[in-house]
């Protein structure tokens, strides 16, 4: 493993390794955290897919982030510190690979979500992307569309995809059979279901969610379904939603806004997470972030 980042944020040290591996060490002088060490940024809302359940409402004329205010959006904020730019699809972003090199001159570790739809008509953009190592993790959403070949292609260009997969829309076999064909052990992420954008009306079609939460835990308790897969993550909706107690093992991350922020660059607006209801006018993060956490400390 090689080290992407060494830094410190506040009273805690973070250390990134380039396999995906964080390693967050509190030095014992407090719980203040600088500033957020990973964004959900989000940079356009055009997407052709038109996913039923999409939680963004991403739309085939779906509007972009403007780029010089995208840019002074991240001002201030240190190297070391992760993006996971995600959509809509990035890939309809017009100053993608410009902002990319923008990102990585700034010292910023860019990580990118895609859905598996949109892997075979932009391989040669995604052998760029990391041959100039301009991103370092693929995650890539596995939902109603298989493409499983097209996910084995990128993962035998990069070693860093992780499968990302949502309660109620991930077909779990799909996901066996990825495992079975993929060039290394899988690296997968469940994410919860996010009743928000289209999301709140598919929800309605899903059946009782209770029992796709079991489904899923079942899935993954079972011997035989965990051949080759090397990592199995959760995001916190997941973990809330599968009822997972996992909040005082060393491996829970943090509660949401604790380190980590989502951006909506489309519409300049900042939240603790993609899934939270209040939004506030961003025009730049660190300021954001600061004023957020003097304001709690107050309260």
């Known amino acids: 493993m090689n080290k992407l980042a060494n830094y410190q944020n506040g009273d805690y040290h973070i250390t990134i390794y380039d396999t995906g591996t964080k390693i967050r060490k509190n030095m014992g002088r407090g719980e203040h955290v600088a500033f957020p060490e990973s964004i959900d940024l989000k940079i356009t809302n055009r997407c052709n897919a038109e996913c039923e359940f999409c939680h963004e409402g991403s739309l085939v004329d779906g509007k972009h982030a403007d780029f010089n205010k995208l840019k002074e959006a991240l001002e201030g904020l240190p190297a070391g510190i992760e993006l996971a730019i995600g959509g809509g699809n990035p890939f309809e972003y017009p100053q993608l690979v410009e902002f990319l090199k923008f990102a990585k001159e700034k010292g910023f570790i860019c990580n990118i979500t895609i859905n598996a739809i949109h892997i075979s008509e932009n391989l ?30 990128l993962m035998r260009i990069s070693p860093n995809v992780v499968i990302h997969t949502v309660l109620g829309i991930t077909d779990w076999q799909n996901v066996f059979n990825l495992s079975i064909t993929a060039p290394y052990p899988l690296k997968i992420v469940i994410l919860g279901y996010k009743r928000k954008g289209r999301g709140v009306t598919y929800y309605n079609s899903l059946g009782d969610f209770n029992v796709i939460c079991e489904e899923a835990m079942h899935f993954f308790e079972s011997p035989i379904y965990t051949f080759n897969i090397d990592v199995v993550a959760f995001d916190n909706l997941a973990i809330e939603q599968l009822n997972i107690d996992v909040k005082d093992t060393p491996f829970y991350m943090g509660d949401d806004g604790e380190f980590t922020m989502y951006y909506d660059a489309v519409t300049n607006k900042a939240a603790i997470s993609s899934t939270s209801k209040k939004r506030e006018s961003c025009n730049n993060i660190l300021e954001f972030w600061t004023g957020k956490n003097n304001k709690n400390k107050k309260e």
């Open 124 to 153: 040669d953009v995604l052998k760029q992307l990391v041959n100039e190592q301009l991103i370092h993790g693929i995650g890539v959403s596995l939902t109603e569309y298989p493409y499983l070949s097209d996910i084995v292609t």
